[in-house]
């Protein structure tokens, strides 16, 4: 079965620093991997996927992750963050199916606040 | 486009009390979950399904029941509400194995 593992629930940083959310997962059968941010009170939307291909991902709002097969991780990047980057993020993974469909398992989430 | 929308956007429960929480998607998608959030917890598969016709239980399905009503329709029921249901539920919807998955605004639930 499938897991994700979010290293930290809470990241402070301040504004225009570098910042990395890491994630691990388990699975015993290739993955396609995603990242989801969540503003306050808000639903979640999509920064990036790694489906296959380049291991490096770029997303939106500047965002990128590295997928690493042999550390099995998917960790996120920012080079320079913004105060409206404060939000929760989330990893999730979704392991192939045949029958047509997906299901994420999704982390814990990483709160990432950014101050001035 | 509305997206996914949910309706209600909260709701104040007594334990005992039943409800039904709506959903619906206007990107045609094939596929629909729906997902509890917890403080701490990430988000936690209930139901989903994978077409029409198709449901199937996720992670934590005890006390939910669903229904597809149609392509564009989900809707979870809580038969019994208990207070350990109090939560935050999403909804979403993808078109296929690899797509990405759309997320509702959510439904803020209290049992009292």
């Known amino acids: 079965a499938q897991s994700v593992t979010q290293l930290d629930s809470q990241v402070p940083v301040f504004e225009e620093a570098p910042v990395e959310l890491r994630c691990n997962y388990s699975?015993?059968?290739?993955?396609?991997l995603f990242w989801y941010v969540q503003y306050p009170n808000q639903g979640l939307q999509l920064l990036l996927k790694?489906?296959?291909?380049?291991?490096l991902v770029k997303g939106i709002n500047g965002f990128e992750a590295e997928f690493n097969k042999s550390q099995t991780s998917f960790h996120l990047r920012k080079p320079s963050v913004h105060i409206s980057d404060t939000a929760e993020y989330f990893c999730?993974?979704?392991?192939?199916?045949?029958?047509?469909?997906?299901?994420?398992?999704f982390g814990k989430g990483t709160m990432l606040l950014v101050s001035p | 486009n509305a997206g996914v929308t949910q309706t209600p956007k909260f709701q104040v429960l007594k334990t005992g009390q039943s409800m039904t929480l709506q959903c619906a998607q206007d990107?045609?998608?094939?596929?629909m979950y729906w997902y509890r959030q917890d403080p701490g917890m990430g988000l936690r598969l209930i139901y989903y399904?994978?077409?029409?016709?198709?449901?199937d239980k996720g992670e934590v399905p005890n006390g939910y029941n669903v229904s597809r009503l149609n392509k564009r329709e989900f809707s979870l029921r809580l038969e019994s509400a208990a207070p350990s249901q109090t939560s935050v539920y999403f909804c979403?919807?993808?078109?296929?194995?690899?797509?990405?998955?759309?997320f509702g605004p959510g439904t803020r639930l209290t049992v009292l």
């Open positions: 990107m045609n998608h094939n596929s």
């Open positions: 399904s994978a077409s029409e016709g198709t449901t």
């Open positions: 790694y489906l296959s291909g380049s291991t």
């Open positions: 699975s015993s059968v290739s993955v396609y």
């Open positions: 979403a919807s993808s078109e296929g194995l690899t797509d990405t998955q759309y």
């Open positions: 999730a993974v979704s392991e192939g199916k045949n029958s047509g469909y997906s299901t994420l398992t």
